[in-house]
């Protein structure tokens, strides 16, 4: 007998929470914003509205599926199933958060905070949350496939990340490595900047178009249901021992950047999450490219 879907409420801390975490009570809250000229009402509002929705799509899930809920500080100790439905009610950041951790889970988003987030992710609102969670349970799912990006390194370390990975150094230093295509034979070169970042077409609307646009860049960016990744190198710096003139590209499926550690530490971390992040030290290497799996978002 096969299981039961079960649905996996993904939800984050709300600014609320974080200020009664650190002040102890609301009224002290309060008066921490008001000292700076803010007020607390607005933030409360959001925290209640993130919870109403919460509710809402805990409330939305059938009566036999199982239930389970994971914080997005929780994530990389949660262990998801192949029968689940993911269920992210928050915003865009927080899909893409969950996204590393999932092996072709349907992912349905709910936006708690519609007009404040762009909802490119989070594109459904809490009421729709029963008809989504039937749809997103049946094998003919209408989903997005959205491309993610992967790092994989030499003793076997494994990332992926929906956005974009970023490898460099642990803090405000430069970082010292070789890159180059990941092909036999390939000229490679030796450099010095404040790191790499990989990212998908999903991660165009974020920071890689950002770097996009900072270069002037003439390569068309992805979509993000398209197989294509573009890289840049930030911050290069010209040396007698270092070079700039491998800082931008695209790979397609199939293809790799490959990077060698030549300081200390390089650290490579997806979609911001800092805390889950690969480490390299002198002489590991590492390939970037398009991953395997792809996030299937719900239509």
């Known amino acids: 007998m096969s299981l039961a879907p079960r649905a996996v409420l993904v939800h984050r801390t709300t600014e609320y929470e974080e200020l009664l975490a650190r002040h102890g009570t609301h009224g002290q809250a309060a008066f921490f914003l008001s000292s700076r000229g803010r007020s607390i009402d607005q933030v409360a509002e959001r925290h209640r509205h993130a919870r109403q929705a919460l509710a809402d799509v805990a409330a939305a899930v059938p009566l036999q599926w199982r239930q389970s809920r994971v914080e997005r500080a929780d994530l990389d100790r949660f262990l998801f199933g192949p029968e689940d439905v993911v269920v992210v009610v928050g915003q865009d950041g927080l899909v893409a958060n969950t996204a590393k951790y999932l092996s072709g889970q349907p992912v349905v988003g709910i936006d708690t905070d519609p ?77 010095a900047s404040s790191g790499v970042l990989v990212g998908t ?50 790979l397609e499926r199939g293809q790799g950047l490959r990077l060698t550690a030549e300081s200390d530490r390089v650290v490579a971390f997806g979609d911001g999450m800092e805390a889950d992040a690969l480490e390299l030290t002198w002489g590991q290497s590492v390939r970037l490219g398009i991953a395997d799996t792809s996030l299937r978002l719900a239509l």
């Open 115 to 191: 007009g404040r987030n762009p909802g490119v992710l989070v594109r459904h609102r809490a009421p729709d949350a029963a008809a989504l969670l039937r749809a997103a349970g049946s094998p003919r799912c209408a989903a997005d496939e959205l491309t993610m990006v992967e790092a994989v390194a030499d003793d076997t370390q494994r990332l992926l990340a929906l956005n974009e990975i970023y490898l460099g150094p642990a803090g405000h230093q430069t970082a010292r490595y070789r890159l180059g295509p990941d092909t036999p034979d390939a000229p490679t070169e030796a450099q």
């Open 201 to 250: 077409g999903t991660g165009a609307t974020g920071w890689l178009r950002s770097l996009w646009q900072e270069r002037g860049s003439a390569l068309p960016l992805p979509g993000p249901t398209d197989a294509r990744l573009l890289w840049f190198v930030r911050e290069a710096w010209p040396s007698p021992a270092t070079g700039t003139s491998l800082v931008s590209g695209e």
